[in-house]
């Protein structure tokens, strides 16, 4: 697995999120449970629904739809994007959920099940100068 890339961009979790070489993309990852299908984002050691350890590492689709959001009004301290903001929960169609910001979209225009994409952006660097990248969600009809 790949956390680093030529262009000195930094996965925000390379557990959960690779990057493509040129860092300006990424690939979500998850687990699948070899004897029951179950499907979770990010990595895993066995899984939460039969215990199996069969379990293989597959890739998600940038795709999914809006399942649950929540408009924040009070961030937690470290928080330097806009306030209020929308944290939404996106289905995956091979079956996880997703949390993340929900950007580029008016609050009031926000609806249960609307098609959502991944999209990245730059967080802040980390401790080597390297620009962490961050997978948000954005309406499939923008951009
Ligand atoms: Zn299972």
Same mark, same amino acid.
């Given at each position: 697995?790949?956390?680093?890339?030529?262009?000195?961009?930094?996965? @925000? $979790?390379?557990?959960?999120?690779? /990057?493509?070489?040129?860092? $300006?993309? #990424?690939?979500? /990852?998850?687990?699948?449970?070899?004897?029951?299908?179950?499907?979770?984002?990010?990595?895993?050691?066995?899984?939460?629904?039969?215990?199996? #350890?069969? /379990?293989?590492? @597959?890739?998600?689709?940038?795709?999914?739809?809006?399942? $649950?959001?929540?408009?924040?009004?009070?961030?937690?301290?470290?928080?330097?994007?806009?306030?209020?903001?929308?944290? #939404?929960?996106?289905? /995956?169609?091979?079956?996880?959920?997703?949390?993340? +910001?929900?950007?580029?979209?008016?609050?009031?225009?926000? +609806?249960?099940?609307?098609?959502?994409?991944?999209?990245?952006?730059?967080?802040?660097?980390?401790?080597? #100068?390297?620009?962490?990248? @961050?997978?948000?969600?954005?309406?499939?009809?923008?951009?």
């Amino acid at each position: 697995m790949t956390d680093k890339t030529t262009s000195g961009k930094v996965s @925000v $979790s390379p557990e959960r999120m690779r /990057l493509s070489e040129d860092g $300006s993309d #990424g690939v979500l /990852l998850g687990t699948k449970c070899n004897g029951c299908g179950l499907c979770v984002f990010g990595d895993s050691v066995f899984c939460v629904r039969c215990t199996s #350890g069969d /379990l293989k590492a @597959v890739d998600l689709s940038p795709d999914g739809t809006l399942y $649950s959001y929540t408009i924040i009004h009070a961030p937690p301290a470290r928080w330097k994007g806009p306030v209020p903001y929308i944290l #939404g929960s996106v289905k /995956l169609p091979e079956g996880p959920q997703v949390l993340s +910001e929900v950007i580029d979209i008016d609050p009031n225009a926000v +609806e249960i099940d609307m098609p959502m994409k991944l999209v990245l952006r730059a967080g802040e660097a980390d401790d080597e #100068g390297r620009e962490i990248m @961050v997978y948000k969600w954005q309406a499939a009809t923008a951009g």
